[in-house]
């Protein structure tokens, strides 16, 4: 599986940026897609999760309501539209897959199996 990451910038306080990641090679037995961030200094986090099948959406709490993580399964496509950003969501973001057979509890703890290239999210104050 390979994922590549795109959209980061640099933005004011209360601005928008889409991220969006292409995958390829994704099974059959992928469950869900997801993206993570790090921040300068800080562990990585779980930001945002969606299942590949259903498209049930998962959001780490201070993002919810201002982050929509969508997919297009035709394209092979995740995207995470991130709206009213703050300056604490500056960081390197992460795109990421599952295998299909951990559950979701441990890969928004522990991380997902695939990664692609982070794309940083600047947002100045």
């Known amino acids: 599986v390979q994922l590549q990451a795109s959209g980061g910038g640099l933005v004011q306080a209360g601005a928008s940026l889409r991220l969006s990641c292409a995958a390829s090679g994704l099974t059959d037995s992928t469950n869900y897609m997801g993206w993570f961030r790090q921040a300068p200094e800080k562990e990585r986090e779980f930001v945002a999760a969606?299942?590949?099948?259903?498209?049930?959406?998962y959001y780490k709490h201070s993002v919810k309501g201002r982050f929509t993580i969508s997919r297009d399964k035709d394209k092979n496509t995740v995207n995470l539209q991130m709206d009213s950003l703050k300056p604490e969501d500056t960081a390197v973001y992460y795109c990421?897959?599952?295998?299909?057979?951990?559950?979701?509890?441990?890969?928004?703890?522990?991380?997902?199996?695939?990664w692609g290239e982070g794309t940083l999210v600047t947002v100045s104050s």
């Open positions: 990421s897959a599952d295998k299909g057979y951990k559950a979701l509890s441990t890969l928004m703890t522990y991380g997902m199996d695939y």
């Open positions: 969606i299942s590949w099948s259903g498209g049930h959406t």
